[in-house]
């Protein structure tokens, strides 16, 4: 009775009450990757009324939903989010890690055994090999075979990660912003994919030049790189990173991902899936899902104050808009259930405000130990790898030397606690032994998956990123401008209503799985949101 009374008092409603909560005939499951949940905020008043705005007036918004673990990358949260677990039952860690029988590295998605469709030999070799949890895609095509799941995203590990097993999964072939597959999900491309690529229509994006949407007074970020526009006193020229310098693109299509056309390329793909694959039309639940990169990339490589990520954002609006007339131009409104959210946030900009704030040397940092361990046990390659703030050990050296692996982690954390910039640090050791409750050990141990994690995980402090040449703000912390995300469900015959209480994004899933009446994914920790299952119809 104090949970019911909790969520009644928890919800501002803003529409009509609620005639419960149908089965939806289509599920769209929208994430538009690095987007806070103070974007909203934010950027909330110059919003159309049929983007983002229509989730918030129309749809239930969970204003506290989060991420309960460190490792906010793009793999991990759209792991989360399909599976309904944490990494550290989901294994999901990152693109990438070392394997510490042969101390090479490992990607997530690339698979050498199968061969990318429609594209120039040795492009497009991607597979769920390491994929091992099953998704909510996955649970859906084994309980009702005759629904349909396919995943769009412009990033091919993005699409891996939330297609998973079963799915029809498709991605962008940035040597021609073509969109492909390989034979890990199907033997060859559908015809009408063929056909959609055979009309060129990323070459209209070939010389983009990008300008604002809006009257330039009424941004509020000041700074910009790229965009083209006559500045006033108040704006700020900062030079652009890695291959975005160039002003125009050119005959670059790896460029195109990287402009707001990024957005429109999979937007106007998801489209076409929509109608080819009848999705939606019959009693059998069909899964859409689409993950938009191009956010991710313009945020990481402009920073959160600049123009740049403003302006896309409006872009994003107005395409998710259309995006959603068009669906529901398809479906009925009444019959789709629009799930929208983020992978992870977004740290400040490095080089913003009075004060910059500073960056992790992580190849420094790399040798630097290195070196240390050389001085403790005698000279050789102790460090094996680094990888989004995770040291790897070289176990084979340590256990052919008789030493104490937990000792050489020991002092290696110790060691990484003098550094600049670093806040925690954490062995696999302890990880693995022990539990932690509360705090910044529970969020590191939920990101921590023995088989993939590093010997030693660092936190940075606050508002700190490594380095990276090509970035100017980037995700992966615990802090909450990285945890902390946008949670809106429109449709279906959900009330129009804002939930104060906490979520955990590991809820998504299983309550998705609870409102198509399938099994919730065999991995998930997450629970059904109570907010929503309890108005649905049975």
Sequence with gaps: MRAISLFFLSIITVGASAQGVRKPRL????VVSQLRYDDLVRYGDKFTEGGFNRFLREGMTFTESEYDYMQTTTP?????????????????????????????????????????????????????????????????????????????????????????QTSDVYWMDTTRCT????????????????????????DTYLDYEWKLLNHRESYRNESYSVIDFEPESRFKKIAALGFLRRKEISRDYARIPHTPTGITLVKDFAKQAVIYEDLGKDEHAD????CFDTPRYIGSAFGGGSMEREDMLYRMDTELADLLDFIYAQVPEKD??????????????????????????????????????????????????????????????????????????NRTAAFALQFRGVSH????????????AEGYGKRMQNSFYPKRSGDVLINLMPGWIEEDEQARALSGSLYDYDTHVPLMWL????????????????????????????????????????????????
């Excluded at 790898?385 to 176990?395: F, K, P, V």
């Excluded at 990880?431 to 932690?436: K, Q």
């Design 336 to 409: 789709v259930l629009v799930v929208l959210t983020s992978d992870h946030g977004v740290s400040d900009p490095f080089d913003a405000g009075a004060r910059p704030r500073e960056r992790f040397n992580a190849a420094q940092f790399r040798v630097i130990v290195n070196g240390f361990l050389c001085a403790q046990y005698g000279s050789g390659e102790w460090v094996v790898g680094y990888r989004d703030r995770q040291l790897y050990l070289n176990r084979t050296l340590i256990y052919s030397q008789n030493l104490s692996l937990e000792e050489v982690q």
């Design 27 to 30: 599920v769209v499951n929208v």
């Design 491 to 538: 449709g279906a015959g959900i009330p129009a209503c804002r939930v104060r209480a906490p979520a955990d994004m590991r809820d998504v899933a299983p309550t998705l799985a609870r409102i198509l009446r399938i099994t919730r994914p065999v991995a998930s920790e997450g629970k059904p949101i109570e907010a929503l299952v309890s108005l649905l119809e049975e």
């Design 287 to 290: 899964l859409l899902n689409i």
């Design 179 to 202: 969109w492909i597959s390989s034979t890990a999900y199907m033997r060859t491309l559908p015809d009408w994919v063929v056909r959609y690529n055979g009309q060129r229509l990323a």
């Design 76 to 164: 991990a949260g759209l792991a989360t989010l399909t599976t309904g677990a944490n990494p550290s039952a989901h294994g999901v860690v990152n693109a990438g890690w070392y394997d510490y029988v042969n101390n090479k590295p490992v990607s997530l998605a690339d698979d050498p055994s199968v061969s990318g469709l429609e594209c120039d030999a040795g492009v497009g070799r991607y597979s769920p090999l390491h994929v091992v949890v099953p998704t909510l895609g996955d649970r859906l095509k084994e309980e009702s075979p005759r629904s349909k799941v396919v995943t769009v995203a412009s990033d091919p590990v993005s699409a891996v990660v939330m297609g998973g």
């Design 425 to 436: 640090a954490l062995t696999a050791t302890a990880l693995s032994g022990g539990s932690f």
